[in-house]
């Protein structure tokens, strides 16, 4: 047996002029997901509708996948027919039955029909479906308002009939916004905030910098499985590993220590600008949450910043931390960010950090660190890891 | 790899797990039956508690037993799954002599008296009794890592029905004054009108180590682990004191099949108990030799961390050949970098030790309970390492270390 998937999407139809680039992006990264889970699979394309076939013993995966492929506005299980009367409500007795098998009771019908020479009107084929659902299953009862569950038919090229779509992840395609940086910690907030790009399109690489021996081999591997669950959501990405210990000690050793978290973040922002450009990434993204931490003003961003040409996006920037932790908990990586290594900041903790740098002074004493020599040296060292897309749940 | 890291465990002796395995393999009958092959395995597994208790004890001493006793006899040893499950035994035993008050209707206060140093063994068992309604006071170490007995004697209260006091601690090595604790408690006690509370003597660091006697001590129970001194795993072994029969008013939480005098039910490991007993006699040859090298090595360690300009013994000031600390463990602070980070870097040196107790060093929140109970403050607790030697360490292991860790401090230190 074969399980039948209708795929809705939303964004894509309100682009115009390369609507067809983001369609063909959508298809491709479905079939790169379901190839990379070893999904056999068949793909079918119509204007605003998408469909997909799996072996039924794939079912389970495929929700998942769906569940987390960004463009997919939702999805349902659906049984495709003719578009005869009779094979419409054949098909939507069908999918009542699971419904009602399930505990459900009461139901409306809708019904869509781009395809005008079908011989009955929506409305009317709504209430044909009714009737068919009443006679089969005298338990079940006409709910307009509040209907246990809605049975939705379409009549298109062929007739499809669901029930009730599960809600995608909606946003845009990976890949069709180009490709982000993202500076991953084993914190709670840049997973969230690679989500969150990933979301909108953006194919991910990630930055983890590692501080060894200071930051532990454990607290590099969680950053691994953040990146399996981020992989999850942007279809595969890159982790590159840089070792950062001897940029942290030179800072550390030279730099005001008021300074020395600024100086730090400085330098990774600078670490970040070469390796976008390297990678041919379009833009560099953080987990920055304004006044989070003393790095994190408004005027130490505008320091950092200064580091690079290419635009940081801090999808965090006005969020609540409650409510990052919470979509943290949502998107599977809390229980990863909170496991207790230390992160690549231990070396400094200023008891006084500077909190509203002056651009051009602090620009200056970071300058004059020279840590160039250094940073070049750690992204020559850096490790890149191919993170695939799994079905890590 | 150099291992400096054998008081959280040490290499087993192959050949002691090999007899074991032999023993166990040739008299494999159950212990508790009654044909000649369960006699059998009864006689093995009683040859090898004598011969623990030798070792424990001394061997001119009558062997105790673990069911009955004369009266001369030092008490019953019983083997169990180790340390742990011999900490819990006489702390566990607290929760039913609870309830059992309870049932009767005469709704008595129980006190437990703990040290701060405790191991996590005795510690959280006493966190937990306290959550479920015991009254627990924790005692304070000095400055040295010592605790007062004075301390301890005014901590018993009337209602006071064990009080736990390790005989060496895990981390700084330093020798509690168990005999002068235990004469503390009947002194408090007596003031009560009442009979001395239990006293329950963690000695998994003493065994084999220091010349340690619980029974001499005064103590009324004591708990030995087998890995610590090239033993398997999965043994250990609990003495109460008094003779059997619930004169020692132990009654253990967990009921079975009344095995090891009904302190710690479960059909025995001979295995276990064997190498258990072999490794603890091993140990106990040329004792004396043994302490004197182990003393050596201290020495040697000691003068050698005194040139590396920052690091610092722990409890401040310790001196070599100080008969209040065991030879074999010693803290020692590396200001400005912190111990794990040390730990890592060494182990990328080729050399093991740890940061406190191995059992705690994953929580960065328990992980300095210790060092800091002795009122050091956390960043000098948070730089410490844990060195410590063993049945086999060289000079040539305490002169790597020194080396690898004089290195790594230069070059790691913030």
Redesign the interface.
Same mark, same amino acid.
């Given at each position: 047996m074969e399980a039948f998937y209708l795929i809705k999407i939303g964004e894509i139809l309100l682009k115009l002029g390369n609507r067809k680039e983001f369609e063909d992006r959508l298809r491709s990264q479905l079939h790169r997901r379901f190839g990379a889970a070893g999904i056999a699979h068949k793909i079918e394309m119509f204007p605003g509708r998408y469909f997909v076939t799996v072996p039924e013993e794939s079912a389970e995966d495929a929700d998942f996948l769906l569940s987390r492929t960004p463009g997919v506005n939702g999805y349902a299980r659906a049984i495709k027919t003719g578009k005869s009367v009779d094979s419409v409500l054949a098909a939507a007795v069908e999918v009542a039955r699971g419904r009602i098998a399930s505990g459900k009771k009461s139901f409306k019908a809708e019904s869509r029909r781009s395809d005008k020479s079908f011989p009955l009107g929506s409305f009317e084929l709504s209430a044909r479906i009714g009737d068919a659902v009443l006679e089969a299953f005298p338990e079940s009862r006409v709910d307009l308002h509040h209907p246990d569950f809605t049975i939705n038919a379409e009549i298109r090229e062929r007739a499809y009939v669901f029930a009730d779509p599960e809600p995608g992840l909606r946003g845009l395609p990976a890949g069709s916004g180009g490709k982000g940086l993202l500076l991953l910690s084993g914190g709670i907030d840049s997973p969230v905030a690679g989500y969150m790009m990933a979301r909108r399109g953006l194919a991910l690489e990630a930055l983890y910098f590692h501080a /060894? &021996? /200071?930051t532990?081999k454990e607290a590099q591997e969680k950053v691994v499985s953040l990146a399996k669950v981020l992989a999850t959501y942007a279809g595969g990405m890159a982790l590159w590993t840089a070792p950062f210990t001897e940029t942290q000690?030179k800072i550390?050793k030279d730099a005001r220590e008021d300074l020395t978290t600024l100086m730090m973040r400085s330098a990774m922002m600078r670490a970040a600008q070469i390796l976008a450009e390297r990678i041919g990434a379009n833009c560099i993204v953080t987990g920055d949450s304004l006044g989070q931490v003393s790095s994190q003003t408004a005027e130490n961003l505008r320091l950092t910043q200064s580091l690079t040409d290419y635009p940081v996006l801090r999808p965090l920037v006005g969020v609540d931390k409650e409510d990052t932790v919470a979509l943290a908990k949502r998107i599977g990586t809390f229980d990863i960010s909170i496991l &207790?290594y230390e992160d690549c900041c231990?070396?400094f903790s200023p008891k006084h950090p500077m909190l509203k740098a002056k651009l051009e002074r602090e620009r200056r004493a970071y300058d004059d660190l020279a840590l160039d020599p250094l940073i070049l040296d750690s992204l020559e060292k850096a490790e890149r890891l191919d993170v695939p897309f799994t079905l890590t749940r | 790899m150099t291992y400096l890291d054998w008081a959280s465990t040490s290499p087993p002796d192959s050949g002691i797990l090999a007899e074991a395995a032999r023993v166990a393999a040739d008299s494999f009958g159950n212990p508790s039956s009654r044909h000649a092959l369960g006699t059998a395995a009864r006689d093995r597994l009683e040859e090898a508690r004598s011969r623990l208790a030798a070792a424990i004890f001394g061997p001119g001493v009558d062997g105790p037993s673990a069911t009955a006793g004369a009266s001369r006899a030092p008490g019953r040893l019983a083997f169990t799954s180790g340390g742990t499950e011999a900490d819990s035994i006489p702390l566990l035993a607290l929760l039913r002599a609870a309830l059992n008050a309870r049932r009767d209707g005469s709704i008595k206060r129980l006190h437990l008296v703990a040290s701060e140093i405790e191991h996590a063994a005795v510690y959280e068992e006493a966190l937990l009794l306290k959550s479920l309604g015991i009254g627990v006071s924790f005692v304070a170490p000095e400055a040295d890592g010592r605790v007062d007995p004075g301390k301890i004697g005014a901590a018993v209260e009337k209602d006071s029905a064990l009080v736990a006091v390790m005989a060496v601690n895990n981390e700084t090595g330093a020798v509690q004054p168990v005999a002068e604790i235990a004469q503390a408690i009947a002194r408090a006690a007596s003031a009560f009108g009442r009979a001395p509370p239990r006293l329950h003597v963690d000695a998994v660091q003493a065994l084999g180590k220091i010349g340690f006697d619980s029974r001499a001590a005064g103590a009324g129970s004591a708990a030995f682990s087998a890995h610590k001194l090239r033993g398997p795993r999965g043994t250990g072994a609990l003495w109460v004191a008094g003779e059997a029969g619930g004169a020692s008013g132990l009654e253990p939480l967990a009921l079975g099949g009344g095995q090891e005098g009904a302190l710690r039910p479960g059909t025995e490991s001979l295995q276990g108990a064997w190498a258990f007993a072999a490794a603890a006699a091993a140990a106990r040859d040329n004792f004396a030799q043994r302490a004197a090298l182990a003393r050596n090595l201290e020495e040697r360690l000691l003068v050698g961390l005194s040139s590396i300009p920052g690091a610092l013994a722990l409890p401040l000031g310790r001196q070599a050949r100080d008969e209040r600390y065991s030879p074999y463990i010693l803290s020692v602070a590396f200001p400005g970098l912190?111990g794990?980070?040390l730990a890592? +870097?060494l182990s990328?040196s080729g050399i093991a030790v740890s940061t406190g107790s191995a059992c705690s060093s994953? +929580?960065?929140r328990a992980g300095r309970r210790i060092l800091r109970a002795m009122g050091l403050p956390d960043d000098l607790a948070g730089s410490a390492i844990r060195v410590s030697t063993g049945d086999g360490s060289t000079e040539a292991d305490i002169d790597a270390f020194l080396e690898a860790a004089a290195e790594a401090y230069r070059r790691?230190k913030?």
């Amino acid at each position: 047996m074969e399980a039948f998937y209708l795929i809705k999407i939303g964004e894509i139809l309100l682009k115009l002029g390369n609507r067809k680039e983001f369609e063909d992006r959508l298809r491709s990264q479905l079939h790169r997901r379901f190839g990379a889970a070893g999904i056999a699979h068949k793909i079918e394309m119509f204007p605003g509708r998408y469909f997909v076939t799996v072996p039924e013993e794939s079912a389970e995966d495929a929700d998942f996948l769906l569940s987390r492929t960004p463009g997919v506005n939702g999805y349902a299980r659906a049984i495709k027919t003719g578009k005869s009367v009779d094979s419409v409500l054949a098909a939507a007795v069908e999918v009542a039955r699971g419904r009602i098998a399930s505990g459900k009771k009461s139901f409306k019908a809708e019904s869509r029909r781009s395809d005008k020479s079908f011989p009955l009107g929506s409305f009317e084929l709504s209430a044909r479906i009714g009737d068919a659902v009443l006679e089969a299953f005298p338990e079940s009862r006409v709910d307009l308002h509040h209907p246990d569950f809605t049975i939705n038919a379409e009549i298109r090229e062929r007739a499809y009939v669901f029930a009730d779509p599960e809600p995608g992840l909606r946003g845009l395609p990976a890949g069709s916004g180009g490709k982000g940086l993202l500076l991953l910690s084993g914190g709670i907030d840049s997973p969230v905030a690679g989500y969150m790009m990933a979301r909108r399109g953006l194919a991910l690489e990630a930055l983890y910098f590692h501080a /060894y &021996p /200071y930051t532990s081999k454990e607290a590099q591997e969680k950053v691994v499985s953040l990146a399996k669950v981020l992989a999850t959501y942007a279809g595969g990405m890159a982790l590159w590993t840089a070792p950062f210990t001897e940029t942290q000690l030179k800072i550390k050793k030279d730099a005001r220590e008021d300074l020395t978290t600024l100086m730090m973040r400085s330098a990774m922002m600078r670490a970040a600008q070469i390796l976008a450009e390297r990678i041919g990434a379009n833009c560099i993204v953080t987990g920055d949450s304004l006044g989070q931490v003393s790095s994190q003003t408004a005027e130490n961003l505008r320091l950092t910043q200064s580091l690079t040409d290419y635009p940081v996006l801090r999808p965090l920037v006005g969020v609540d931390k409650e409510d990052t932790v919470a979509l943290a908990k949502r998107i599977g990586t809390f229980d990863i960010s909170i496991l &207790p290594y230390e992160d690549c900041c231990v070396l400094f903790s200023p008891k006084h950090p500077m909190l509203k740098a002056k651009l051009e002074r602090e620009r200056r004493a970071y300058d004059d660190l020279a840590l160039d020599p250094l940073i070049l040296d750690s992204l020559e060292k850096a490790e890149r890891l191919d993170v695939p897309f799994t079905l890590t749940r | 790899m150099t291992y400096l890291d054998w008081a959280s465990t040490s290499p087993p002796d192959s050949g002691i797990l090999a007899e074991a395995a032999r023993v166990a393999a040739d008299s494999f009958g159950n212990p508790s039956s009654r044909h000649a092959l369960g006699t059998a395995a009864r006689d093995r597994l009683e040859e090898a508690r004598s011969r623990l208790a030798a070792a424990i004890f001394g061997p001119g001493v009558d062997g105790p037993s673990a069911t009955a006793g004369a009266s001369r006899a030092p008490g019953r040893l019983a083997f169990t799954s180790g340390g742990t499950e011999a900490d819990s035994i006489p702390l566990l035993a607290l929760l039913r002599a609870a309830l059992n008050a309870r049932r009767d209707g005469s709704i008595k206060r129980l006190h437990l008296v703990a040290s701060e140093i405790e191991h996590a063994a005795v510690y959280e068992e006493a966190l937990l009794l306290k959550s479920l309604g015991i009254g627990v006071s924790f005692v304070a170490p000095e400055a040295d890592g010592r605790v007062d007995p004075g301390k301890i004697g005014a901590a018993v209260e009337k209602d006071s029905a064990l009080v736990a006091v390790m005989a060496v601690n895990n981390e700084t090595g330093a020798v509690q004054p168990v005999a002068e604790i235990a004469q503390a408690i009947a002194r408090a006690a007596s003031a009560f009108g009442r009979a001395p509370p239990r006293l329950h003597v963690d000695a998994v660091q003493a065994l084999g180590k220091i010349g340690f006697d619980s029974r001499a001590a005064g103590a009324g129970s004591a708990a030995f682990s087998a890995h610590k001194l090239r033993g398997p795993r999965g043994t250990g072994a609990l003495w109460v004191a008094g003779e059997a029969g619930g004169a020692s008013g132990l009654e253990p939480l967990a009921l079975g099949g009344g095995q090891e005098g009904a302190l710690r039910p479960g059909t025995e490991s001979l295995q276990g108990a064997w190498a258990f007993a072999a490794a603890a006699a091993a140990a106990r040859d040329n004792f004396a030799q043994r302490a004197a090298l182990a003393r050596n090595l201290e020495e040697r360690l000691l003068v050698g961390l005194s040139s590396i300009p920052g690091a610092l013994a722990l409890p401040l000031g310790r001196q070599a050949r100080d008969e209040r600390y065991s030879p074999y463990i010693l803290s020692v602070a590396f200001p400005g970098l912190a111990g794990e980070v040390l730990a890592r +870097s060494l182990s990328d040196s080729g050399i093991a030790v740890s940061t406190g107790s191995a059992c705690s060093s994953n +929580s960065k929140r328990a992980g300095r309970r210790i060092l800091r109970a002795m009122g050091l403050p956390d960043d000098l607790a948070g730089s410490a390492i844990r060195v410590s030697t063993g049945d086999g360490s060289t000079e040539a292991d305490i002169d790597a270390f020194l080396e690898a860790a004089a290195e790594a401090y230069r070059r790691l230190k913030t």
